[in-house]
């Protein structure tokens, strides 16, 4: 796509201002990317060029218009992104994508607890995102996955949920009820199925998945 070495180092310097706006290290960028840091690094100083995928998933995950990307032409952000509710509103801004999950979730996410917002068609305009840690839900879920879900109770037997572990941490599972009694079960047979305890608290209802990159 880019051709010689003046357009990769703009393109790079783009990319940069991009990380740079929303405060986020070389790793931290990266690994939302699904790349290395020394691949980002080289692209940034414009010595590596990055794929059309890469691009795409870039201006999915951050909201970016693709020919301001490429030629920095024209308005940096998606229409969605110009204007509209607060951050902390998945109205408007896109869906936030969660650093963490405040303790009286929904209520009160503020500006301090989303990463990022992305836009993607055809999910509720009331959902949330995080990214995936550790193998639990493999292969369904893998690390480093985005994944969307609606706050709320699971309504399915066997719909993926976001729940407390017994240290009030949000944990990914999959529901299940057998004979009247509820169950939180990995998709991983290595590690091993809980009955939920009394202060477990069903944070919400998986809704999609979104399979990070790889380059």
């Known amino acids: 796509m880019h051709s010689d070495h003046a357009s990769d180092t703009s393109l790079g310097r783009r990319i940069k201002g991009i990380r740079q706006g929303r405060g986020l290290t070389q790793k931290e960028f990266a690994d939302s990317l699904g790349i290395v840091q020394g691949f980002l690094s080289g692209i940034e100083r414009g010595k590596k060029t990055p794929s059309d995928t890469l691009l795409i998933a870039l201006c999915t995950l ?3 218009r693709m020919e301001w990307l490429t030629s920095g032409v024209g308005e940096m952000l998606q229409a969605s992104r110009q204007s509209g509710p607060s951050a902390a509103s998945p109205v408007g801004g896109g869906i936030p994508v969660l650093a963490r999950i405040p303790q009286e979730f929904p209520d009160n996410v503020g500006t301090e607890d989303i990463l990022y ?6 999910l509720p305009a009331e959902c949330f995102a995080l990214v995936a840690y550790g193998d639990f839900m493999a292969p369904t879920i893998r690390d480093g996955d985005l994944v969307f879900f609606r706050p709320g109770e699971a309504e399915e037997n066997g719909a993926i949920v976001l729940v407390t572990n017994r240290w009030g941490e949000p944990i990914l599972r999959r529901y299940r009820v057998r004979d009247g009694e509820v169950f939180c079960s990995p998709d991983n ?3 091993a199925t809980f009955k939920p305890a009394p202060e477990t608290r069903v944070i919400g209802t998986v809704v999609d998945v979104w399979r990070k990159v790889r380059i």
């Open 62 to 64: 951050y909201g970016i």
């Open 117 to 122: 917002h992305v836009t993607l068609p055809n």
């Open 189 to 191: 047979a290595t590690y």
